[in-house]
C-alpha cells in the first residue's frame, strides 16, 4: 500500500545515533538522515520534539556528511504543533506557558534560518503548521504525491508563523500565500510544487528510491562550493528571516492568551474527541 | 449572455449605504461590497469615482464587517483612468491639474495599502490601467474567464503606477513585468493567473455564485485572525509601497507635462473620436 | 537544419560598427544587436570578449537606438566563461589573475545593471555559466526552443555569479534557484520559461522571423516612457544588485585559489582533452 511504501526501514550500515527519543537520526554517504518518529502520533510537535531536532540539527551542522536530510516516518510527514501542548494548563501558569512557547518556536525556526549546508526535506505524507511554513527554509523540497500542505491558522484563531508571512507571499503572491495562510486553503502535493513551495513531486511508490539516488550523486558534489553557495544565497534574507521570525513569535505568544484563540482550539479538541 | 451573467442585482437583504454617486455600497453576512457604478462608461474612473471609493474604503475599514469586496456593475471591471480627465484643461492651468492628479493618484493608491481587513476583488470583466495595478495590493483576486488586463502605459506616454513598478517584478520576474508595464501586453484571466497576478479564474456563467459562496464560508472565520495574519503580510512591504507609490506619482506628474505624453493622449482621444 | 535557421545572417542595410573582433553589433530600424561572433567556440567569453561587450553596451547606452539586443551567431548563444581563461598560469602569478578576474566579472555584470534602455536576450541557442545568470538583469528573454540553460558552478568548485544568488531565487523560489545554482541541474527552454527566466519561447525554426518582428513594433513606442520605464523597474533593485555583484565576484575570487576549485577544473579540462 502508499503508506507501506513511504514508510523507511532503517539499513544496517547506517550509523544510528543514540540519545534521541522523538527522532531516529543516521549518517552514511554524506548524508545525515533526521526523521521524525512518532508514526502513531502523525508525527505531531511535542515540546521534547522541538529539542531534539534542534540538537539533531546542531550536531547535524558539525559533523562531515555535506547534505542533511529531514523527513518523516510512517504515513505523516508532521501535523504540525501537538495541540495537547495547549491543554491541562492551570490559569496562573497560562502567560508562562506562552512566554515558554514563543521562545521555543523562535528557537526552532531559528535553526532551520542558521543551518550552514544543502537541508533538504523529504515530505513522505502530509504535513501541516510549523511543517509547512518551514519548508520555504530549506534548499529542496521532495514530495510524494501523497503529500498535502495545510496551514489553518485562521480555523485556530491563530496567525502565520516559520517566517510564513515574509516568505510564502515572496514566494507565491500574496494571492496564492492569503489563501493559505489567512484562508487555510490545503493544497496538493502538485499544487505546492506550482507555487515553488515544493521543487520536485514523486509518485508515492518510487518516493523514496529516488529521492536518496538524487541526494547521493549530490552529496558528492564539492562540498565547500555547496556549503558557500548555500550561504551566499541565505545570507541575502538572513536578517530579515530573523526579524520576520522573533516579530511573528511575539504576535502568536499574544494570540495564544486571547479568547478567540482559546475557544477556536478547545472547539477543534472538543469536537475532534467525540468523533 | 455572458454580460447578464457578470451583471449584479442588489438583493433586498443589502444594507446600502447613501450617499455615492459613481459606486453602489453594501453590506451583509460580515461582507462589504463596494461596486464600480458607471456600467455606461466601462466603470471608467473620474476625479469623483477616485475620492468616492476612498471615501468608501475609510468606512469599510470601520464598519463591523469582516471582508471587503471591491467589483464592478456591468461588463467591465474598469476601463481604468477617464482620460476625459486630460481634456478641456487650458495652458495656463496645465501645471496646477498635474499636481493636484499626482496628490490624488497618490492619495488612492495609498488606501489601498493602508486598508487593514481582508481585501478581495471580483473581476467581473476587462480592467485597464490603475484598475490592473492595485490588484496587488488586494489579498484574492478572483477573475471571471471574461476578464482581460491590460495596462498600456507607454502607448499613451506614461509611466507605471499603483506600485506596480515594484510589485510586478517581484511578483512575476522582469520579464513578464516588462511585457505589461513597458511592452503594453494584455494578458487573458488565464494568463493573469499563471503570473500570480489573479487568484483563481471561474467562469463567467457561475462567477458570481461561485465567488460569494466561497467569500460567505471566509466571513465566518474568527475576524481579529484574519485583520492580524492581514496585516503581519502587509507590514513587510507598507514602507516601500510607500515610497513606491510617492516616487512613480511623481514621475507621472512630470510624464503629464511632457509632449511625448501630450501628443499620445490626444492620438489616442481623436483615434477614438473618428471611430 | 536546426542550427541553420538560428545562424544569422546581417543584412546589407545594417550600419556595422568597425573596431569588434569578437563581436558583430549593427544597428537599424532603433534597434541595436550586439551579436556575439566566436560561433567555432560556441561563444565562449575570453578576456577580451568581456571587454568588447562592455565596450558595445557603451556605445549602445548612448546611441539613438531604442531597444538594444544581445544573441549569438552560430547554434549558440554562450558557453559561458572561456575555461582557457583559467589554463597557463604559473604559481606566483596565479593570485594576481585571480584579483583580476574579479575585477573584470563585477564590471562586466556591473554594466548590464546600470544599462539605462530596454534591453532583450535573443537566446539563439544554449547557454551556460554567466550567459545563463545575467538574463535575468534583461528585461526581455526570448528563447528558441533548442535553447538550455545550465549553470554547473558547483561541479567545477565554483560559486554564483551575475546576481544569481539574489536574482534566481527570487525570481523562481529557493528551490529551483538551488537545483541550478546550488545542484546544476540544466534548464530546457520550457522549463526556464515557467521559472519566470524566459519570457517566451519560440520555435527554433521561426525564431528569428518572430523575435524581430515583435521587437520592431516595440522600438515604435514613445523611447522615453520606455526608458523612464525601465529604469523605475530597475531603480528598486539597482543598490542591492550592485553589492551582490561585488560580494559574487569577492568570493569567487577566494574560490578560484582553492584547492577544491583548481582540482575540479583540471579535472574537467583533462576530461575534455581525452574526448
Redesign the interface.
Known sequence: SSSDSSSQVKPEADREQAGYETLVMTSEDGITKIMLNRPTKMNALTTQMYQEIMLALEAASKDDSTITVLTGNGSYFSSGNDLTNFTHISPDEIEEKARRGAILLRDFVGCFIDFPK?LVAAVNGPAVGISVTIL?L????YASDRATFHTP???L????EGCS??TF???????????M????KKLTAAEACAQ????EVFPDSTFQKEVWTRLKA?SK??R???R???Q??RN?EKEKLHA?NA??SR?LQE?WL?D??MN?IMNFLSRKAKM
Do not use: W
Open positions: 544543502p520555504r530549506f534548499d529542496l523540497v491558522f485562521s480555523h484563531g491563530q496567525t502565520p508571512s515574509y507571499p515572496k514566494l507565491m503572491g500574496p494571492g496564492k500565500a492569503a489563501e495562510l489567512i484562508f487555510g515553488g513551495l515544493v521543487t549530490y558534489l564539492p565547500n562550493a555547496l558557500i553557495s548555500k551566499m544565497i541575502h520576520t516579530e511573528e504576535i494570540r486571547s478567540e484563540c477556536a
